[in-house]
């Protein structure tokens, strides 16, 4: 497809999409992501996050996502708290059914 047919036909929406896509992942990480387990295999040490700055986007955005995942509780655990007997469950609106 051309670009002056993709630049009249793409929607706005799906092209802010496809940058979101490029900033999680960056073109070319497959790559290197592929050279340096061939490094590691040949004894390199290093991660490939410090070698390969794309490596490096993919690890930091999995770093927070990790991150915000600790912050409150969740699932299960969550439900077990909520339901909790003799407890003092106050501040817990945000996070009830509605």
């Keep these: 497809m051309p670009v002056y047919q993709l630049q009249s036909e793409m929607p706005y929406t799906e092209f802010l999409k496809w940058i979101e896509?490029?900033?999680r992942r960056?073109?070319?990480?497959?790559?290197?992501?592929r050279t340096s387990m061939i490094m590691n295999a040949f004894g390199v040490k290093e991660k490939g996050a410090n070698l390969f700055?794309?490596?490096?986007?993919i690890a930091d955005r999995a770093e927070a996502e990790k991150a915000k995942?600790?912050?409150l509780p969740t699932g299960k655990f969550l439900e077990?708290?909520?339901?909790a007997k003799g407890g003092d469950d106050s501040g817990w609106?945000?996070?009830k059914k509605e």
């Design 21 to 23: 896509f490029f900033r």
């Design 26 to 33: 960056p073109v070319g990480w497959r790559d290197d992501h």
């Design 69 to 71: 995942g600790n912050a």
């Design 93 to 95: 609106e945000l996070f």
């Design 80 to 83: 077990m708290m909520r339901n």
């Design 53 to 57: 700055p794309s490596l490096k986007v």
